[in-house]
């Protein structure tokens, strides 16, 4: 069963700031990892996806990496603003299922 | 509007009765999925379906049931609720590229 852990589970940053987001898997034949955003009391949008043959995305001010050789994924947010401040989650595609990490609690603080 | 759509938003319900959650995309997307979240564990699989009359078990399917007559519809049924399915469910579908879409999610309570 693939296992996918996000490192740390909250973070606070001040505005301006530059900041990565860690996700691990330990599975490598996931064939797609996304991201995605989830605000409080809402459900989730999707920020980026990365299918396994690329090593990266990129949505505006966010840069998504995959590396499936060491089971890890980041998520580069450039010149955070208080608007990005949520829930980011991972989520590796093995077979037909999505395994979700349980998320960092992002707050960018003005 | 274009999306998925879930029904109710909120319920709450006593433990023995049976609860359908429905859910409805408007892309014609052939997979659909749904989901619990809880604290500490994330977002689990409950069951998927890869097109109409087509369903399979996530990774926590017990105490639920699913169908899909039509490709739009996707309702999931608690066939008696417990406590321990307290939670947010969440629907899903999986679009071009294999990006997926959810709704904005059930909050259920049962008492």
């Known amino acids: 069963k693939q296992e996918v852990t996000q490192i740390p589970a909250a973070l606070s940053v001040p505005e301006g700031e530059n900041l990565v987001l860690n996700c691990s898997f330990t599975?490598?034949?996931?064939?797609?990892l996304q991201w995605f955003r989830q605000d409080p009391g809402k459900g989730l949008t999707s920020l980026l996806l990365?299918?396994?043959?690329?090593r990266e995305q990129t949505s505006g001010r966010l840069n998504a990496s995959l590396d499936k050789s060491s089971g890890r994924s980041t998520l580069y947010i450039a010149a955070s603003q208080p608007g990005d401040s949520a829930t980011y989650l991972c989520?590796?595609?093995?077979?037909?299922?999505?395994?979700f990490g349980t998320g960092t609690s992002l707050t960018v603080i003005p | 509007d274009a999306g998925i759509t879930q029904s109710p938003r909120y319920k709450i319900t006593e433990t023995g009765r049976q609860v359908t959650l429905m859910c409805h995309q408007t892309w014609s997307h052939s997979y659909m999925f749904w989901y619990r979240q809880d604290l500490g564990h994330g977002l689990r699989l409950i069951y998927y379906s890869a097109a109409a009359d087509i369903t399979d078990k996530g990774e926590v399917p017990d105490g639920y049931v699913v169908s899909r007559s039509k490709t739009e519809n996707f309702p999931l049924t608690l066939e008696s609720a417990t406590r321990s399915q307290t939670s947010v469910y969440f629907c899903a579908s999986r679009g071009i590229k294999e990006t997926q879409y959810f709704g904005p999610g059930t909050r259920l309570l049962v008492l």
């Open positions: 990365i299918q396994s043959s690329q």
């Open positions: 989520a590796g595609g093995v077979g037909n299922q999505f395994y």
């Open positions: 599975d490598s034949a996931i064939y797609n």
